[in-house]
């Protein structure tokens, strides 16, 4: 599982296994956990993330979306 990102205490990654699906990115906070699909920028699910906390997270998201793009395709087209 790849770390994309660290930021704030928020870790990026994606899983190895999921070339399959639609490019994406979960982050990771503590035992919080979100997956945000990335083209268009949208939320996939959350665990334990309450929901005030989802759109700063999605700002996080949009703003180093063309990063997690990068690692993504870099990672499975490799």
Same mark, same amino acid.
């Given at each position: 599982?790849?770390?994309?990102?660290?930021?704030?205490?928020?870790?990026?990654? /994606?899983? @190895?296994? %999921?070339?399959?699906?639609?490019?994406?990115?979960?982050?990771?906070?503590?035992?919080?956990?979100?997956?945000? =699909?990335?083209?268009?920028?949208e939320?996939?699910?959350?665990?334990? /993330?309450? @929901?005030? %906390?989802?759109?700063?997270?999605?700002?996080?998201?949009?703003?180093?979306?063309?990063?997690?793009?990068?690692? =993504?395709?870099?990672h499975?087209?490799?």
């Amino acid at each position: 599982m790849p770390a994309i990102l660290r930021l704030d205490g928020y870790r990026s990654y /994606f899983y @190895s296994g %999921e070339g399959s699906e639609p490019p994406h990115v979960d982050v990771e906070f503590g035992d919080k956990l979100a997956k945000y =699909w990335l083209e268009p920028v949208e939320l996939a699910s959350s665990k334990r /993330f309450r @929901s005030h %906390e989802l759109g700063p997270l999605r700002d996080i998201v949009l703003a180093h979306r063309q990063t997690f793009l990068r690692a =993504w395709y870099e990672h499975f087209e490799a």
